[in-house]
């Protein structure tokens, strides 16, 4: 079955960096576009960041561009997101996402919290 498993999240000083990382099974990674959503407390799942499945084709939400860089490495069936100057805004709970035929499909999620 298909199975998602983020990591890489933890505690950051506002203006540092993190790079979180998605172990994707269970499909064939290679036909589908990878996504980055996050949820902050209190608030809905907003899509953070999404890419196709050849790379060329990425799309990034207005208060990420910039910061945050998606990537994705077929050979491993890996999916990643760099992060650079934090804001407190950013603090959520960030999942990887996939959805194969219409079906959303979630990791467990990793805390990303920023402050000072």
């Known amino acids: 079955q298909v199975q998602l498993v983020e990591s890489g999240g933890g505690f950051v000083q506002p203006g540092g960096s993190l790079t979180l990382s998605c172990a994707a099974s269970g499909f064939s990674f290679v036909s589908y576009y990878m996504s980055w959503y996050r949820q902050a407390p209190g608030k809905e799942r907003e899509l953070v960041a999404t890419v196709n499945p050849d790379s060329e084709m990425i799309r990034y939400a207005n208060s990420v561009k910039g910061r945050f860089t998606i990537s994705r490495d077929n050979a491993r069936n890996m999916v990643y997101l760099q992060m650079n100057s934090l804001k407190p805004d950013d603090t959520a709970v960030y999942y990887c996402?996939?959805?194969?035929?219409?079906?959303?499909?979630w990791g467990q999620g990793t805390q990303v919290t920023v402050s000072s």
């Open positions: 996402n996939v959805a194969p035929f219409g079906t959303n499909y």
